[in-house]
C-alpha cells in the first residue's frame, strides 16, 4: 500500500493550492478516501472525506473553502484548498477513514508522507 500526497507549498493567507494523493495497492474504487491534517502537538483530524458513492462530509472548519473530489480512473484524490489561513498550516495526509462522521476516525492503511502547507498571514 502507499498513498503518496504532493502539492505542498508556502501560501499567503487568502491563497489557494490543490493537494493530490495517488493510491496503489488498494481497492481504490471500494474505499473512502479522506485528506487528514495534523499540527505539532496535536492528533491527527480528518477535514474532507468522500465515501465510494462521491457522497461528501467536510469539517466545519474547512467548509466552503476545501473541496474534496476523486478520480478513480487515475486512482487518486484530490483537495482544493482555497482562501487559506493560518490555521490551515499543517502536514496533510490522505487515508482510507472507517467513518466520515467523526474527527479522529480509524484508518485502513498505514500512513504515507504528508505534504506540508503553510499559510504566511
Known amino acids: 500500500v502507499q498513498l503518496q500526497a504532493s502539492g505542498g507549498g508556502l501560501v499567503q493567507a487568502g491563497g489557494y493550492l490543490r493537494l493530490s494523493c495517488e493510491a496503489s495497492?488498494?481497492?481504490?474504487?471500494?474505499?473512502?478516501m479522506g485528506w487528514f491534517r495534523q499540527v505539532p502537538g496535536k492528533q491527527r483530524e480528518l477535514v474532507a472525506g468522500?465515501?465510494?458513492?462521491?457522497?461528501?462530509k467536510y469539517d466545519d472548519s474547512v467548509k466552503g473553502r476545501f473541496t474534496i473530489s476523486r478520480d478513480s480512473a487515475k486512482r487518486t484524490v484530490f483537495l482544493q484548498m482555497n482562501n487559506l489561513n493560518a490555521g490551515d498550516t499543517a502536514v496533510y495526509y490522505c487515508?482510507?477513514?472507517?467513518?466520515?462522521?467523526?474527527?479522529?476516525?480509524?484508518?485502513?492503511?498505514?500512513w504515507g508522507q504528508g505534504t506540508l502547507v503553510t499559510v504566511s498571514s
Open positions: 468522500i465515501n465510494a458513492s462521491g457522497w461528501i
Open positions: 495497492g488498494i481497492s481504490f474504487r471500494e474505499n473512502a
Open positions: 487515508n482510507s477513514p472507517y467513518s466520515l462522521y467523526v474527527k479522529h476516525p480509524g484508518t485502513r492503511f498505514s
